[in-house]
């Protein structure tokens, strides 16, 4: 397949993990939506932005997604989806989870992937190809206290992902997980809710390191390209062999 335009969307693109991919992806020659709720601080040439809120409801969700999707596909051709938008709410056990954030969580780390996948797989499967990639957790292969609402949501994205996977490979269409471990991001080690959570970590990684965001961005573009083709329905772990052991 010859895109003139190739445009990936990206889910999250102006966070850390976010802004790794975002740059990969243009050096490696991809126009990139950037569908975030915040802007980020300096755009690259290649990235557009628009605002969206993953965690409105369903309904007002859809709209928001089609409208983007009808502007993106007036001056390209959607190549793939990257979502790397996720939230993990508060730390804390299950008796103090609310409905509302339950809620919120799933919308914006599944519900928003269900709702794009669906508005673009018709145009994958007429192209004869596409991607599909989610930015899942360590917690998708494990399970970890205070963490029910997000662990839970991150094993719904692989069992989402390895379902696409195999009703829609026969279109040219794969569809993959990535799974990092702790990364250097104001997300990633929860310090400040967790006094020595840090150092915990450290002690269980093997590599005795965080991530840095780039390390999970250059997966990402792996599994974007054509010679990709022959992966799909996995779930890549980049933990430095946390879940390993």
Same mark, same amino acid.
């Given at each position: 397949?010859?895109?003139?335009?190739?445009? #990936?969307?990206?889910?999250?693109?102006?966070?850390?993990?976010?802004?790794?991919?975002?740059?990969?992806?243009?050096?490696?020659?991809?126009?990139?939506?950037?569908?975030?709720?915040?802007?980020?601080?300096?755009?690259?040439?290649?990235?557009?932005?628009?605002?969206?809120?993953?965690?409105?409801?369903?309904?007002?969700?859809?709209?928001?997604?089609?409208?983007?999707?009808?502007?993106?596909? =007036? #001056?390209?051709?959607?190549?793939?989806? #990257?979502?790397?938008?996720?939230?993990?709410?508060?730390?804390?056990?299950?008796?103090?989870?609310?409905?509302?954030?339950?809620?919120?969580?799933?919308?914006?780390?599944?519900? =928003?992937?269900?709702?794009?996948?669906?508005?673009?797989?018709?145009?994958?499967?007429?192209?004869?190809?596409?991607?599909?990639?989610?930015?899942?957790?360590?917690?998708?292969?494990?399970?970890?206290?205070?963490?029910?609402?997000?662990? =839970?949501?991150?094993?719904?994205?692989?069992?989402?992902?390895?379902?696409?996977?195999?009703?829609?490979?026969?279109?040219?269409?794969?569809?993959?997980?990535?799974?990092?471990?702790?990364?250097?991001?104001?997300?990633?080690?929860?310090?400040?809710?967790?006094?020595?959570?840090?150092?915990?970590?450290?002690?269980?990684?093997?590599?005795?390191?965080?991530?840095?965001? =780039?390390?999970?961005?250059?997966?990402?573009?792996?599994?974007?390209?054509?010679?990709?083709?022959?992966?799909?329905?996995?779930?890549?772990?980049?933990?430095?062999?946390?879940?390993?052991?």
């Amino acid at each position: 397949m010859d895109l003139k335009e190739p445009i #990936v969307l990206l889910t999250g693109g102006s966070g850390g993990i976010g802004r790794e991919i975002v740059r990969s992806l243009i050096l490696s020659g991809f126009s990139v939506w950037n569908l975030d709720m915040v802007r980020p601080e300096s755009p690259l040439l290649q990235e557009t932005y628009r605002e969206i809120n993953l965690a409105e409801t369903p309904f007002v969700l859809e709209r928001s997604i089609q409208k983007i999707l009808n502007e993106c596909q =007036s #001056v390209g051709e959607i190549y793939g989806i #990257v979502h790397n938008a996720g939230f993990g709410g508060p730390y804390h056990p299950i008796t103090d989870v609310s409905i509302d954030e339950w809620q919120n969580i799933f919308r914006v780390n599944i519900d =928003s992937l269900f709702l794009l996948s669906k508005e673009l797989l018709p145009n994958f499967k007429k192209n004869n190809f596409g991607r599909i990639i989610a930015i899942a957790s360590s917690l998708s292969l494990v399970g970890q206290s205070n963490s029910v609402t997000y662990s =839970s949501s991150k094993h719904a994205l692989v069992g989402f992902i390895k379902s696409i996977a195999d009703e829609w490979g026969k279109f040219g269409i794969t569809a993959n997980c990535i799974s990092p471990g702790y990364v250097d991001t104001k997300m990633g080690v929860k310090e400040n809710e967790v006094p020595g959570h840090f150092d915990e970590i450290i002690q269980k990684t093997p590599v005795k390191r965080i991530a840095d965001p =780039s390390e999970i961005a250059r997966v990402v573009n792996f599994l974007l390209q054509k010679e990709s083709g022959y992966i799909s329905g996995a779930n890549w772990t980049v933990d430095g062999g946390l879940t390993a052991v």
